[in-house]
């Protein structure tokens, strides 16, 4: 089973530049989520759908956006990207948080820099 | 709103030794909570899931409990090895029956051979 897959691994982009972050789950979950890991600061909840067509924000939205058009993928969009926007990026996946087998599953990470 | 706290930041012990990490929380109404490993340069994996039902969770030499009425749940582990070297997370739902979770910043574990 591939699990979580997220591309790509690393990327550098210039200040303004836009790019998607990919997120694929192949484990038919309902619930997906973006976090970003800063060096001290832990994980940070970016944005989470919980099936496709519904997304909400977490708790640092702002300059990104999301969409849920299946229940496989679930991409992140960088728009205008900012040096703030240097970080690690985590796309993981849940059949329900709530359940006896409620563990979460995490993709191995997109470095992002920006210069 | 829950917090998460994981103290200490880093944790270095020689191998074999038992050793105990800390989680704690600041909302009890949690139907449970989870331990995750990471590697560095990786994403996080699932140690352990403790419902709010159960007091402990085991596999293998890992071992985590959960008090909620102290708000805090500890991971124990047995005969440490240098592979068990790693930043060690916990993570509760927000609040109540939140589909979300809010992540403890870790403890760098380092297993000296």
């Known amino acids: 089973n591939a699990g979580v897959t997220q591309t790509p691994k690393f990327r550098i982009l210039k200040i303004g530049q836009s790019m998607t972050l990919q997120c694929a789950q192949d484990?038919?979950?309902?619930?997906m989520y973006w976090y970003r890991q800063d060096p001290g600061m832990g994980l940070k909840l970016i944005y989470y759908?919980?099936?496709?067509?519904?997304?909400d924000k977490g708790e640092v939205p702002n300059g990104y956006n999301v969409s849920r058009s299946t229940t496989e993928d679930f991409p992140l969009r960088l728009e205008l990207a900012a040096p703030s926007q240097t970080s690690v990026y985590f796309c993981?996946?849940?059949?329900?948080?709530?359940?006896?087998?409620?563990?979460?599953?995490f993709g191995e990470g997109s470095r992002l820099t920006v210069l | 709103k829950q917090e998460v706290t994981q103290i200490p930041a880093a944790l270095s012990v020689p191998e074999g030794e038992n050793l105990v990490l800390n989680c704690s929380f600041t909302?009890?109404?949690?139907?449970?909570l989870q331990w995750f490993r990471q590697d560095p340069g990786k994403g996080l994996t699932s140690l352990l899931l403790?419902?709010?039902?159960?007091r402990e969770q085991t596999s293998g030499r890992l071992n985590a409990s959960l008090d909620k009425s102290s708000g805090r749940s500890t991971l124990y582990i047995a005969a440490s090895q240098p592979g068990d070297s790693a930043t060690y997370l916990c993570?509760?739902?927000?609040?109540?029956?939140?589909?979300?979770?809010?992540f403890g910043k870790g403890t760098k574990l380092t297993v000296n051979p």
């Open positions: 993570a509760g739902p927000t609040q109540g029956g939140s589909e979300k979770l809010v």
């Open positions: 993981a996946s849940s059949y329900s948080l709530r359940q006896r087998s409620g563990e979460l599953f």
């Open positions: 909302d009890s109404a949690i139907y449970n």
């Open positions: 484990m038919n979950h309902n619930y």
């Open positions: 403790i419902q709010s039902s159960q």
């Open positions: 759908s919980v099936g496709a067509g519904i997304t």
